[in-house]
């Protein structure tokens, strides 16, 4: 590559996958994205273990692994009060790159990108994403720009607006013209922000196409799973040209400011064959007892105080109910005096706790995980014989950490292609596994990513993973890659005949080995 590039624009393609964009490219829907991917080196990039949206987005903004960064899933436990918490920025455990840029004396833009919230301590400006508990807190860290922003474009959310499949064609058309709406405002805030601030970074994160494909999957016409409905198909196409479009004016304030392009996803998609009752398995395997009916008292009375907590939490001076912890008692209905092991949350994973009580020293610990991994490792879908769980394995051992001391699962089970592993489950429901008309596609491995900045190969196929993309962005920029970062600066997308990127970025070799977890 022949210099670095002064800037980078992030476009953060949320569950964008090649099942989608193949043929939105072919049917002439999203030609901005199609020119992108045309002029870039493209190819997959790899979700995180578990591929949900805190864990993915922090590996990509760390440029590490999870055992790294310190975020596992949405929530985690608080052993000493015995609560469930939720997972926010100020539990990341290294510097991000918005730390890294913002270090260097530049300024960062990041507009909606999750796991910014609380706001960090950068340069720039930065608008929190759908983990913010409302719009103003959103704007924390830059509340001039959002009363500009609240008075021009009020259209802007930061919010998840596919909650379910709609029920109506009525429905459908509403909130498809409120999405098409936020991702016009989402372009226009970028462009009011690049007015504001001399940024060598910017960030655009397009949440709600994730909701798209989670809820209306079967109206793309993609697969077997097509619902082959001409007037839902064309509310579903009209936002994705409204994303097309807004991809567009990114695309063009690039080119006006001399910036690479980096567009990218935090996992892929595909359609779910089925719901799996994380916890029903655990009974199965005679290492949890649900209450019976009639004994549920103090598992009522928990979520009874739980809600009464969030409700207080509403009427405090912030106003949220959304950050509270919660208690594990509330959670999960079980007889604890013979329960071993539990799953208090978790969406396409396995999070798995020991019941400290009743499993007590190394050895009772050691056979009681043996038996979690061996019992998920064993289930499988009835009519396709298939694995519920693409691994099953001790966190402890693998990360080489002490799970209780940092609130996480002792045992994670990442859910195999297809499959959508739940805590949350019927209480009394006998079946294991249950199709979701409401979630009629969820996450896969298997995300992209198209890098066009001077010196690309357009015809490099790239085989990345998340923790990969913060490294190539700053040797892009001409920065030293800190050492934590665990990705690999991906030279393989330059042409080799010019100067290497990671030479020129680091003053060593291009191509940075990545410390990949154990196993």
């Known amino acids: 590559m022949p210099g670095p590039a002064p800037r980078v624009v992030f476009l953060g393609l949320d569950g964008a996958t090649e099942a989608v964009l193949r043929p939105a490219f072919e049917r002439g829907w999203m030609p901005n994205l199609e020119a992108l991917w045309d002029r870039s080196a493209t190819g997959t990039l790899w979700s995180s273990e578990p591929m949900v949206t805190p864990v993915a987005w922090t590996s990509f903004l760390t440029g590490c692994n999870p055992p790294t960064h310190g975020i596992h899933e949405f929530h985690a436990i608080d052993p000493a009060a015995r609560t469930i918490i939720p ?289 998920l490792r064993a289930a499988e879908d009835p009519d396709t014989g298939l694995p519920l769980f693409a691994d099953a394995f001790d966190v402890a051992e693998r990360y080489n950490l002490d799970p209780a001391a940092e609130g996480l699962p002792d045992v994670l089970a990442p859910s195999t292609d297809g499959y959508q592993a739940m805590a949350k489950w019927a209480p009394f429901s006998r079946s294991l596994l249950r199709p979701d008309p409401n979630l009629p596609a969820t996450h896969r491995y298997d995300g992209v990513i198209a890098i066009d900045a001077p010196g690309v190969s357009p015809d490099t196929r790239l085989d990345a993973e998340l923790p990969d993309v913060a490294p190539t962005a700053l040797a892009l920029l001409g920065q030293a890659v800190p050492e934590f970062m665990e990705g690999r600066i991906l030279d393989e997308a330059f042409d080799r005949d010019e100067a290497s990127i990671g030479t020129a970025a680091t003053g060593g070799p291009g191509i940075r080995p990545a410390r990949r977890p154990i196993g």
């Open 87 to 375: 997972n926010h920025a100020g539990r990341i455990r290294v510097p991000t790159l918005w730390d890294a840029i913002s270090e260097s004396g530049r300024e960062v833009v990041s507009l909606g990108l999750p796991m910014t919230y609380p706001p960090p301590d950068v340069r720039g400006i930065v608008v929190a994403g759908s983990d913010a508990p409302g719009l103003q807190w959103a704007f924390a860290q830059c509340p001039e720009f959002g009363e500009e922003i609240f008075r021009d474009l009020p259209g802007y959310s930061h919010k998840v607006l596919w909650k379910r499949r709609p029920r109506t064609l009525d429905e459908l058309r509403s909130v498809s013209l409120r999405n098409r709406e936020v991702f016009r405002a989402q372009a226009g805030a970028a462009e009011r922000a690049d007015a504001r601030c001399d940024w060598s970074a910017m960030m655009v994160h397009f949440h709600n196409l994730d909701g798209i494909q989670h809820r209306l999957w079967p109206y793309l016409d993609l697969d077997e799973t097509a619902a082959h409905q001409p007037e839902w198909t064309a509310e579903v196409v009209a936002c994705l040209r409204e994303l097309d479009e807004a991809v567009g004016r990114l695309l063009e304030l690039a080119s006006r400011r001399d910036a690479a392009v980096i567009a990218l996803s935090d996992h892929g998609f595909g359609p779910c064959r089925a719901l799996v009752d994380v916890n029903g398995l655990l009974c199965r395997a005679g290492l949890q007892r649900r209450l019976p009916y009639g004994t549920r008292l103090s598992y009522r009375l928990s979520r009874i105080r739980d809600r009464f907590d969030r409700w207080k939490r509403r009427r405090s001076p912030e106003g949220t109910s959304r950050r509270g912890p919660r208690s594990i008692e509330g959670e999960v209905g079980c007889d604890w005096s013979r329960t071993a092991a539990f799953a208090p949350f978790g969406q396409l994973c396995g999070s798995i706790f020991l019941n400290e009580d009743l499993v007590s020293g190394s050895s009772a610990a050691g056979r009681t995980i043996g038996e979690i991994i061996d019992a």
